[in-house]
């Protein structure tokens, strides 16, 4: 694990309906914020690279 620190976007609201993200060696590990203790999904960092990629296109 590189970085045990879970994060958000700036731009989540303040209601808690999120998906929070933390690094680990070989990619990243999502879960939902509101269940904090329900189960994660890791992805490498190549996907996690493209997903982030197709959602900046997609938003404009």
Do not use: Q, Y
């Not at 700036?10 to 990243?28: H, K, Y």
């Amino acid at each position: 694990m590189l970085d045990t620190t879970w994060r958000k976007s700036s731009r989540s609201g303040a209601n808690g309906a999120c998906v929070e993200a933390r690094l680990f060696a070989d990619g990243v590990e999502v879960r939902d914020s509101k269940d904090v203790s329900g189960p994660t999904l890791r992805t490498g960092a190549h996907e996690w690279t493209e997903l982030l990629s197709i959602t900046k296109r997609s938003a404009r």
